[in-house]
């Protein structure tokens, strides 16, 4: 297992990598429970496996190009959301939190939409979900603060907060042929 490659990242990597590959034109040779364990261990890209998904299920064409995955201007992003460290109060109480991120620092030179994937994983209701954004660039530029975008969870109920339905719910997917559009 890579060395950041948490127990927790990993399951969030095996539920992911398992929902994905079922959208992927794959060699024959390669199993669901294969990628699944590769998912596991870290092994496999989570991002790449992303992008070609996509590509094998709209009319996009990898790109090369500094700044973007596919010859459109977009990315591709995927993210795991999963209980975290959130902030520590002044009283000394470190309060966690389900949430996912993209630090500012992987949007630098991104100059279109952003094509996100989450697999959220709640690690004590043993709940999964998986979401799905097609943002365009003016709208996760203004959503942006100096450490990045994220997505926060409720702690009651695991759905969106408020805060980040305002700016992301309407642009949220519910299929990867519209992740992939």
């Given at each position: 297992m890579a060395t950041?490659?948490?127990k927790e990242l990993s399951v969030c990597d095996a539920l992911g990598a398992e929902f994905l590959w079922k959208f992927k034109k794959k060699p024959k040779k390669i199993s669901?429970?294969?990628i699944k364990e590769l998912a596991v261990q870290g092994i496999v890209s989570m991002s790449n496996l992303l992008e070609r998904v996509l590509?094998?299920?709209g009319k996009l064409t990898h790109s090369n190009e500094k700044g973007e995955d596919f010859t459109d201007g977009s990315d591709a992003k995927y993210l795991t959301a999963r209980l975290k460290k959130h902030?520590?109060?002044s009283n000394g109480r470190i309060v966690y939190r389900n949430f996912?991120?993209?630090?500012?620092?992987?949007?630098?030179n991104k100059r279109g939409s952003l094509r996100v994937f989450i697999t959220f994983h709640h690690d004590k209701t043993d709940t999964h979900k998986f979401l799905m954004f097609l943002?365009?660039?003016?709208i996760w530029k203004k959503a942006m603060c100096t450490t990045g975008l994220h997505f926060y969870f409720s702690s009651t109920d695991d759905q969106l907060t408020t805060k980040?339905?305002?700016w992301a719910g309407k642009y949220q997917v519910h299929t990867i042929k519209e992740l992939a559009k």
């Open positions: 950041n490659h948490t669901s429970a294969a590509e094998d299920n902030s520590v109060q996912a991120s993209l630090p500012s620092a992987a949007l630098k943002l365009p660039y003016n980040t339905k305002s």
